[in-house]
């Protein structure tokens, strides 16, 4: 069974410019959520989807958003690039069968570089 | 809220038993989850416990104590290769999010 995939892997982008990322969850799985980890901040949640829908929200500015598709795949947009949006993003999957061991697999991330 | 805290680095031996420490406080509680996350990789899932006590996975155990909002990982026989970052995170009733302590950076010298 394929992973989570995730494309890019590697992103340069400018200050003021905007950015997508893809993620495409283990086959099956419906939830995705994605996080960013910094060097200072650690794993931080930014948001999940379900169901095309958003369930929750991390404490992230709305420059941070997403979408998922009917076949459960997922882009986060981050627009208006600052510096300290450099990071490594995450996205990772799940049934979300709503039991507490529900556990979420992650993909090998896109590391975006804002300069 | 969460505060999830863990130390930031710890190194043991090669063949070696070492426990990273987790404690957290919480609104509400769902889970605890370890995660195992080598330099430039993703994390990869190594255990859960939802009930009190001890899961045991191969050379991984985890141990929880809700009434306490402690865990920990233990790593037994260990190798070069578990040289990583051990990450625990916690699921709040909240929500479906995972809360993530800032890791615990292991070194595993011969």
């Known amino acids: 069974k394929a992973g989570v995939t995730q494309t890019p892997r590697y992103l340069i982008k400018t200050r003021g410019q905007q950015v997508t990322l893809s993620c495409s969850p283990i086959s099956g799985h419906r939830s995705v959520s994605w996080y960013q980890q910094t060097p200072g901040q650690g794993l931080q949640f930014l948001f999940e989807y379900f169901s095309e829908t958003q369930r929750n929200k991390g404490n992230f500015p709305g420059r941070f958003s997403g979408r998922q598709f009917s076949n459960s795949r997922s882009e986060m947009n981050v627009s208006t690039l600052e510096l300290g949006d450099s990071a490594l993003y995450l996205c990772?999957?799940?049934?979300?069968?709503?039991?507490?061991?529900?556990?979420?697999?992650f993909g090998p991330g896109t590391r975006l570089t804002v300069l | 809220g969460q505060n999830i805290d863990q130390p930031t680095e710890m190194t043991a031996t090669e063949g070696a038993i070492v426990q990273i420490n987790c404690t957290y406080q919480?609104?509400?509680?769902?889970?605890l989850f370890w995660y195992q996350q080598h330099a430039g990789e993703a994390p990869t899932f190594l255990s859960y416990n939802v009930l009190d006590g001890l899961e045991e996975k191969g050379r991984f155990s985890s141990f929880l104590s809700r009434s306490k909002g402690y865990s920990y990982l233990l790593l037994k026989e260990l190798q070069m290769k578990d040289s990583a970052s051990y990450l625990c995170a916690v699921r709040d009733r909240s929500g479906y999010a995972l809360n993530f302590g800032k890791g615990t950076s292991l070194l595993v010298t011969p």
């Open positions: 919480t609104s509400g509680f769902n889970g």
């Open positions: 990772a999957s799940s049934f979300r069968t709503g039991g507490a061991t529900d556990t979420q697999y």
